[in-house]
């Protein structure tokens, strides 16, 4: 009856508020967002990634088994080393837009609102 028609995904009632808030469950955790901004310029293994968020490589890899459930990272295998990858762009967008929001809590200009330059890195 309904298969032809459009669901927004956007409305108030949308079946995809729930897998919304999931979604931003999953990201509630420093380590996670940082792995994602980590990831955002390209695939890494493990052991950088750990290098990178300064956690050990178990942890990371922990991190990174819920984030492939979650559907926020992929893989990729060569040989024995696993490399991960972002799934898509909308976690990366969800933590920028994060962190824009969290330098409006700062009070003044944000970073972002000045003109030479968008990039939070």
């Known amino acids: 009856m309904y298969a032809d028609k459009q669901i927004c995904g956007r409305e108030p009632d949308s079946q995809y508020v729930e897998l919304a808030v999931e979604v931003f469950g999953m990201l509630a955790d420093a380590t996670r967002v940082r792995i994602i901004l980590a990831l955002r310029d ?3 293994p493990v052991g950088q990634l750990a290098e990178i968020v300064q956690k050990s490589p178990a942890a ?4 990174l088994a819920k984030m ?3 559907r926020l990272v992929t893989t990729r295998q060569d040989g024995t080393r696993v490399f991960y990858r972002l799934e898509n762009e909308h976690a ?3 933590v920028t837009d994060a962190i824009f929001q969290a330098e409006h809590s700062l009070g003044g200009t944000p970073r972002h609102h000045h003109s030479e330059s ?3 890195s």
């Not at 990371?60 to 991190?63: K, T």
């Open 42 to 44: 390209g695939e890494l």
């Open 60 to 63: 990371v890899s922990q991190h």
């Open 68 to 70: 492939r459930l979650g």
């Open 92 to 94: 990366s967008q969800l």
């Open 118 to 120: 968008t990039d939070i």
